[in-house]
């Protein structure tokens, strides 16, 4: 009888796991993301919407393959990745990797390791949340277009090493632009001046 294959992302949660739903399931662990933007390339497809092309990332070519190889005889894959952005990006990618249209592939949600947490999760299968998938696209695309551009500038013009992203360039420009106004103030002299009067009838 075909077991049904359980993917998480941590090894320690794997065993904790297995224990829990016993042995009509195999329980694996994908060691976090399984796919990425490539290193060596912006990766981001500026002229098709801005569309990502991943690749499969270098040191978990050992890790997808004991997944591929564990989930040909599944009846059933069931993505058990952390309950947030990430975890669920990571079920999307899994999802496309193990070939979707030939699998059931099920969403589970978990905020504890415990038995009757476990079992209830299982017992209420759900659907990849892609709102939250294209969130984290959104985000590392968004990583990529600057971070990707910015930092070889820095690199050349500060110090080789420096990070730029979303993040970092923002507050840069907020410092530049501050930067410039205090550069464009001229200074003019002036007076304060404070005095006392006295009127005729001694007011």
Sequence with gaps: ????????????????????????????????????????????????????????????????????????????????????????????????????????????????????AIRKAFENPQEIDTRLVDAQQARRVLDRLVGYQVSPFLWKTVRYGLSAGRVQSVALRLICEREDEIRAFVTREYWTLDVDLLTTQGE
């Design 1 to 116: 009888m075909a077991k049904s294959l359980v993917i998480v992302e941590s090894p320690a949660k794997a065993k904790t796991i297995n224990r829990y739903l016993g042995s009509g399931f195999t329980v694996k662990a994908s060691m976090g993301h399984v796919r990425d933007l490539p290193k060596k390339e912006l990766g981001v497809d500026l002229e098709n919407n801005f569309k990502p092309v991943y690749e499969m990332i270098p040191s978990k070519k050992e890790t997808i393959k004991s997944l591929k190889s564990a989930a040909k005889d599944a009846e059933a894959i069931y993505l058990a990745a952390d309950p947030d952005r990430e975890g669920e990006a990571i079920c999307w990618h899994l999802r496309e990797l193990l070939d979707s249209k030939k699998r059931k592939f099920f969403r589970v949600l978990f905020n504890e390791i415990t038995r009757d």
